[in-house]
């Protein structure tokens, strides 16, 4: 199961308790959603799960067209349940148990911790699973390597990435992408087939509660596979 997607397995997780929640009748009102956006919310789910069905069959094991057709689908389906989640907590007059909160990955912003300066250091990367158009990576502190925690005044973790084809120069910063930022210290990349056998260049750095960036971390190069 290691080449399986953390990411892909736990999202599937979420995606199958949300849907139904958001979808049932009673929630449907409460959260204001109409039956256009119910319908492709229902339909989201149906094709997600056909292509999780394939991507966790054994028979597929290593099919790029499969991996490719779950990451897309992943993506697509990132964007919408997002969405979602952003019309229900912009609703100031819903109120959210904590069960509900936690179905719908809903965090409350705990307002006690005073706000750190800009980071000054930067993480170091380390990569635990290569394969599979997907990378599995480890933001450490690099003044405390072996302890899987981000230091005190690092709220998120960033992420860049570039790929170039094999053999050409390093990319400058200019060519970086910015993917969405992480909250754990372990996180994944997923890349598509038309990107095999090119070479990815991964940066992290830390992010502070106001939004401030610290310094990129040395990138991290690799051959997609």
Not at 50 to 76: C, E, H, M, Q
Request: charged share 15%; glycine share 4%; with cysteine.
């Amino acid at each position: 199961m290691k080449n399986l997607s953390f990411k892909i397995l736990t999202y599937n997780v979420f995606i199958n308790n949300f849907i139904p929640f958001i979808t049932s009748p009673t929630n449907v009102a409460r959260f204001g959603f109409t039956a256009t956006q119910v319908t492709a919310f229902t339909a989201l789910l149906t094709s997600w799960n056909t292509k999780y069905a394939d991507y966790i069959n054994p028979l597929n094991f290593g099919s790029s067209t499969v991996i490719d057709a779950i990451n897309t689908a992943y993506r697509a389906a990132f964007v919408v349940t997002q969405a979602a989640r952003t019309q229900i907590v912009s609703n100031t007059t819903i109120v959210l148990t904590s069960a509900e909160k936690s179905m719908c990955n809903i965090k409350d912003r705990d307002n006690t911790r005073t706000p750190s300066g800009i980071p000054k250091n930067a993480p170091t990367l380390a990569c635990i699973v290569i394969g599979m158009m997907m990378m599995r990576f480890a933001a450490l502190n690099p003044l405390l390597p072996f302890k899987k925690a981000k230091p005190d005044y690092a709220h998120l973790i960033g992420v860049k990435i570039a790929v170039t084809g094999s053999g050409a120069a390093a990319p400058p910063d200019s060519a970086y992408v910015r993917l969405a930022d992480e909250t754990d210290t372990i996180f994944e990349t997923l890349f598509t087939s038309d990107q095999i056998g090119k070479i990815a260049y991964v940066k992290v750095f830390y992010i502070n509660s106001r939004g401030e960036a610290g310094p990129d971390s040395i990138p991290y190069i690799v051959t997609i596979a």
